[in-house]
Every structure is written in structure tokens, then in C-alpha cells.
């Protein structure tokens, strides 16, 4: 896919690129992050975290965005924020550079834990003085949620694209991103004299982290009244096509899932049994 700044009547200009510095200030050599991404915290001023987040949430998620970033500050400003503040149109200007490209979310890691542990039926009370036998129904529904490092909401909508693969993630496995699940069930439980008991679940969640990474489409500057259009984040070597910054992720919980005896999907967990002894004042003598 190629992305360009035509729209600011930007030409390239190979020639003036070595000219800029820019290419012996890439940093120290790194591990390629998520889609082979450069991650670029603490190589150039400003928040990273915050340049990603910001360039990312400008319309759809699998639009084209632009954006503008100033070398000297390290500010970064939307498209509604640069053309007609700081220039008339898409091309950069001074220590305002300019880019255009899109954002994917692929998974960084995965891991699984043990969620708290709930009730999932009512309390029922046995206040004779021998056991007795009650039916208990219990049910549950897979929970979700999504929540940023940089804090803040995050659309349902997008959290939901994010995390069944629709925007460049390979999840691969069964969760509850997918759709909700649940389960609900009947049977009866042995009650002992002046005790009251419940049914408890502790679900197995399942968290997926992403790390949003921007493929560059198109980046350029100014120097000297020219103007240079390149590729790459800065007009740095092929490893910065696509970037990212490891402290901005996105993190979805969910209910990891099972196959039933009769194929249908459930929530995975432990259910377990609680009981509380009775007030003897409350039970027969």
C-alpha cells in the first residue's frame, strides 16, 4: 500500500536527505517489536506514547491518518490541529515535520490468571436440625474489558475490532471477545442443619496485550526551502517502516473459553461451594 502527501504538493527529493542528519540518529540497534516495529521511546523529544495514541485515534481505525510532529519540542499535532494553525495545508514546515500512514493492532503477549471468585447463585438457608436437600441454579456470563497504559476509556467498538483480529491481530485461540458466553445450571446440593450455602466461580481469564505500531506511508520535511519525501519514521533505515512505543498498549480481558460435551462454547473456571453457619437463634431447637 502507498501512501503519499500530494495533497501538500510534497515532492522527494532523495539529494537533500543525507544532507539532514537524520539517518545518523537512529539510535541504538534494537529488537524488531510487533510487525517488525522500531519502537521509538527515548530516541526522539517529546512522549511517544502519546504521538501513537493521538496519530491512531483520528477517525476509523483503518483509515489513512496524518499527522505532524515537531523535532525540535517533540509536540505532536492532529490533522485539524496543524493545517490552518501552523500551515496552510499537509506540507511541513520549519521544525514541523509531516507524516501519513495507518495504524495496525497486533498482539505483543498473552498470558492467563485467575479471576476473583463470585457468587453465582442465590444463598439458601437450612434453620432445621437435620441436612436437607435444596436445588441451586447458578449461572454466569463471560465479562470484557479493555484498558489503555496512558489511561482512559476505550471505544467498545474498536476494543472489540482490536481484539477479534480485525485490525491486524492473529488471535487465534477462544475467548470471550468473540461473543458473549454463558452457562447456567440446576442441581441440588445437601444442605447441613443452621447453615446457610452458596455457589462460587472463579473464572480463567485470559489477557491479550497490543501495542498499536503506525506503518508509515509517507514522511517529510523542509530544510532550506526544500522540501524531502521519504518512507520511513524520520527518513531512517527500513527497521523504522513501521513504529511503535513500548509503554502505549492496550490491554483486553476476557473469559477464556471451553467447548462443551455438545460443541457449544462456555466459560472456563473452578466453581466451588461456600457455607456459613447460621445465628442458632435463628434455627429450630
Known amino acids: 500500500m502507498r501512501i503519499t502527501l500530494k495533497k501538500a504538493g510534497v515532492a522527494a527529493s532523495a539529494g537533500v536527505m543525507a544532507l539532514t542528519g537524520l539517518l545518523s540518529t537512529a539510535g541504538p540497534a534494537q529488537a524488531a517489536g ?27 481505525a483503518d483509515d489513512i491518518h496524518f499527522g505532524a510532529y515537531n523535532v525540535k519540542t517533540g509536540e505532536f499535532r492532529k490533522e485539524k490541529d496543524y493545517i490552518g494553525k501552523i500551515s496552510r495545508n499537509r506540507a511541513p514546515r520549519g521544525d514541523w515535520e509531516v507524516f501519513a500512514g495507518r495504524c495496525y493492532y497486533p498482539q505483543a503477549s498473552t498470558w492467563t490468571y485467575t479471576g476473583k471468585e463470585e457468587r453465582i447463585s442465590q444463598w439458601i438457608a437450612n434453620r432445621g436440625r437435620t441436612d436437607d436437600k435444596e436445588t441451586f441454579v447458578r449461572g454466569y456470563s463471560s465479562k470484557t474489558s479493555a484498558t489503555k497504559s496512558i489511561g482512559g476509556s476505550l471505544d467498545f467498538g474498536l476494543a472489540k ?40 466461580w472463579k473464572p480463567y481469564k485470559r489477557v491479550v496485550r497490543v501495542n498499536p505500531v503506525i506503518e508509515i506511508g509517507s514522511y517529510a520535511w523542509e530544510r532550506n526551502g526544500r522540501i524531502t519525501q521519504v518512507g520511513t519514521w524520520r527518513g531512517r533505515d527500513a527497521s523504522y517502516k513501521r513504529i511503535y512505543s513500548y509503554g502505549y498498549y492496550i490491554d483486553g480481558v476476557s473469559d477464556q473459553l471451553i467447548k462443551t460435551w455438545n460443541g457449544t462454547k462456555e466459560p472456563d473456571g473452578v466453581e ?12 429450630s431447637r
Not at 510487533?34 to 476509523?60: E, K, S, T, V, Y
Not at 466451588?272 to 434455627?283: D, F, V
Request: glycine residues 10%; contains cysteine; charged residues 20%.
Open 34 to 60: 510487533p510487525m517488525g516495529a522500531h519502537n521509538i521511546r527515548g530516541i526522539d523529544p517529546g512522549n511517544p506514547d502519546w504521538l501513537i495514541h493521538l496519530f491512531c485515534d483520528q477517525g476509523r
Open 161 to 200: 475490532s482490536i481484539f477479534t483480529g480485525k485490525l491486524g491481530g492473529n488471535f487465534s485461540y477462544q475467548w470471550g471477545w468473540e461473543e458473549t458466553r454463558s452457562f447456567e445450571r440446576r442441581s441440588e446440593k445437601s444442605i447441613p442443619p443452621c447453615t446457610q450455602i452458596a455457589v462460587t
Open 272 to 283: 466451588s461451594k461456600i457455607e456459613q453457619r447460621l445465628n442458632p437463634s435463628q434455627c
